[in-house]
């Protein structure tokens, strides 16, 4: 009799040939990129260092394709996006120190929008590590110490032998619910020295799923089918597990108002007779969203923006699907349920009884009049006509990256995404310089659409580099810059805040940035409120890089979380 634990997988023949007779000249650098290869990934980023430079000399013997930026924050930022396009987790390549620690900042962002990046950084040599001050290149003293408070999961490694499962182990956790950015690192001696293990032939590794536990799915349908104003937040979580529409079956099975939140921008149909859009910073919305007597939260913590600054208190029953076992329940006590979206949201389709509620699309479009007169008594059509501008020059399928910009923050209200997946933003940590290199990785992995990046020119400033990537590879992105003349919204709350605010601070010396463009060999062209759709459809549809440059002060809406 054969029992499961003495089942054992039996090497091919092509396999047991390749590891009694390894090609000569591999280093254990040659060991990172056969196990990427393996797990299935095709494009890595990165930046070269000099401890790193024994996984580089083994990606160029590789099939895998390379794309090299100019800061290693950026290439953090342009693996996140990859990551968020396909779902697969990005391979990241970094080097020691300060390269490590320069990825910082993307990483939160990967960490904050449950994107899957992994990160393999070299170490310095194995004889520094301990903790001593012995004084290498690029030393700290516990390096993988300032990631643990970042990334979903650190994974080190001290010799070759270990290469392979590190890695395996850290691609496992980055598309485990939640996806998340990973940390691996291999000291610079093993990554370098010559190695006789045999290579790397298999690597399928499949994340753990996280289903729900169906007693609590039972009470949850049976408080949903009861309910006599059931209400759904729909946040990032129904993008990331790609559960769209499940969400709209149940909203339509339920009859039930759906909100996104800036994270979940199109998990729901914007024009849906349903659909409360994303107008979570209104006091209407929040209103609404109180009034529920049972409110579905999925794939959302309802932090600091889905709450209105915290502004939000439900009256009713609260149902929280989160795969984050740190978000779940952390704001608002709910019935908690510790699972994927995808797979709870089918285990409620499969549950709840269908309810007739003809009042509530009813309802949805009152609530959305009464935002739109909200902002029409504000006299924004500019802010209004520059957004509704950009939507209409962009393509539906194409991705749209933003930067934190004022255009950004009324894009998080105000923006139809048309589509799931398609409009992202550095909304989870709210670091600069996000939308650019972001677009960049978008395009590499799928270069049959254009990709839109919307950056302020203080946020510009921080990406400026990384035209030399979009030259050098030929990537098809148009990176709108709204010219501000400095950090518009800090701007804002200043004034708002002390009556004045501080020039040097807020206000910037900037390049012109179409000359700047240009001398990348990047296409630029300066337009107007008037002349943006034109200009911006016309590079949208342009093979390759550009660069619109757009002078104009916005304004933002009036908060209702402060009172007014």
């Not at 430079?53 to 996006?81: C, K, W």
């Not at 609404?288 to 049972?294: H, Y």
Request: proline share 7%; charged share 20%; no cysteine.
């Amino acid at each position: 009799m054969t029992h499961d634990h003495d089942l054992v997988l039996r090497p091919t023949a092509a396999q047991t040939s390749a590891a009694l007779n390894p090609p000569p000249g591999r280093n254990g650098g040659d060991l990172v990129v056969e196990t990427l290869a393996g797990l299935g990934a095709t494009t890595v980023f990165g930046l070269p260092g000099q401890h790193a430079l024994g996984m580089f000399d083994a990606l160029r013997r590789s099939d895998l394709r390379y794309i090299g930026l100019r800061v290693e924050n950026n290439a953090g930022f342009a693996a996140d996006a990859y990551g968020r396009i396909t779902g697969e987790a990005a391979p990241l390549l970094l080097s020691t120190g300060p390269g490590a620690l320069t990825s910082l900042a993307a990483l939160q962002e990967a960490a904050a929008a449950s994107a899957p990046v992994l990160a393999i950084s070299s170490q310095i040599p194995t004889a520094g590590l301990g903790g001593g001050r012995h004084g290498y290149l690029h030393e700290l003293p516990d390096q993988s110490a300032s990631f643990r408070g970042v990334v979903k999961s650190v994974h080190t490694v001290r010799t070759q032998s270990q290469i392979p499962s590190a890695v395996a182990e850290a691609w496992k956790s980055a598309l485990t619910a939640p996806h998340g950015p990973v940390w691996v690192e291999i000291p610079q001696d093993v990554l370098l020295a010559q190695t006789a293990i045999p290579m790397v032939t298999g690597g399928d590794t499949f994340p753990e799923e996280l289903p729900p536990r169906p007693e609590l799915t039972a009470v949850a349908a049976d408080l949903l089918s009861h309910a006599a104003r059931p209400a759904i937040i729909a946040g990032g979580g129904v993008v990331r597990s790609d559960a769209s529409k499940k969400l709209r079956q149940l909203a339509e099975k339920l009859q039930a108002p759906v909100v996104t939140t800036f994270g979940g921008k199109g998990a729901f149909p914007w024009t849906h007779p349903l659909s409360l859009q994303s107008w979570l910073e209104d006091r209407h919305t929040t209103d609404f969203l109180e009034d529920a007597d049972v409110l579905l939260v999925v794939g959302s913590g309802l932090g600091e923006l889905s709450s209105n600054y915290h502004t939000f208190k439900p009256r009713g029953r609260v149902i929280q699907i989160e795969a984050d076992l740190g978000k779940l329940e952390s704001n608002y006590p709910a019935l908690g349920i510790h699972a994927d979206a995808r797979l709870a949201l089918q285990a409620l389709l499969e549950t709840v009884e269908e309810r007739a509620d003809s009042s509530a699309p009813e309802r949805v479009s009152e609530l959305l009049t009464r935002v739109g007169e909200r902002i029409a008594s504000q006299e924004l059509t500019l802010e209004q006509d520059v957004l509704a501008s950009v939507r209409r020059a962009l393509p539906s399928a194409s991705p749209s990256f933003w930067d934190m910009t004022i255009l950004a923050y009324w894009a998080w209200s105000a923006f139809d995404a048309r589509r799931p997946n398609t409009m992202h933003s550095a909304q989870g940590a709210g670091g600069l310089g996000y939308a650019f290199p972001a677009a960049l990785g978008a395009s590499a992995a799928d270069p049959t659409h254009p990709v839109l990046a919307v950056s302020g020119d203080g946020g510009a400033l921080y990406s400026i580099a990384e035209l030399a990537t979009a030259r050098q590879y030929d990537l098809n992105v148009t990176w709108l810059i709204v010219d501000d003349g400095g950090y518009g919204i800090l701007r804002e709350y200043m004034t708002d805040a002390f009556g004045e605010t501080m020039p040097t601070a807020t206000e910037l010396t900037r390049p012109d940035y179409v000359a700047l463009a240009e001398s990348f060999g990047v296409p630029g062209v300066r337009t107007t409120p008037e002349t943006l759709e034109q200009d911006l459809a016309k590079a949208l549809a342009s093979p390759g890089p550009s660069v619109v440059v757009l002078p104009v002060v916005l304004r933002m809406f009036a908060a209702t979380h402060l009172g007014g």
